[in-house]
């Protein structure tokens, strides 16, 4: 089993930043991805970044490229997405996730653990 605990999240005036951390911790593995997500009341979850265990591969979804940064893992095993420029549409509760697997991917069934989400409110 994986646990993971994101933390960081906050309200946050439009234009200001904040650093989301997933800290993950039970069984380990040599290759794998993992990746941010967001739900907004009444929408579903969508992928936001993701990156692989080496950090070779990263993608961004179209709405927060430019302005979010994922990096982390290493030797820390903790997991991060700096967010910049934030928008009031960023608001959502930010789920941290892992897939055993060790490409990206935007599909949330293709992950296999989930944190509890941390949330991010942003005023306009």
């Known amino acids: 089993q994986v646990q993971l605990v994101e933390s960081g999240g906050g309200l946050v005036q439009a234009g200001g930043s904040l650093r989301l951390s997933c800290a993950a911790s039970?069984?380990?593995?040599?290759?794998?991805?993992m990746g941010w997500f967001r739900q907004a009341p009444g929408k579903e979850r969508e992928f936001v970044a993701a990156i692989t265990w080496n950090g070779g591969s990263i993608s961004y979804s179209d709405s927060v490229k430019g302005r979010f940064t994922i990096s982390g893992i290493n030797a820390k095993n903790t997991l991060y997405l700096q967010m910049n420029s934030l928008k009031p549409e960023d608001t959502a509760v930010y789920y941290c996730?892992?897939?055993?697997?060790?490409?990206?991917?935007?599909?949330?069934?293709?992950?296999?653990?989930w944190g509890q989400g941390t949330q991010v409110t942003v005023s306009s």
């Open positions: 996730a892992a897939r055993l697997y060790p490409t990206t991917s935007i599909a949330t069934c293709l992950y296999d653990y």
């Open positions: 039970g069984r380990t593995f040599s290759r794998y991805a």
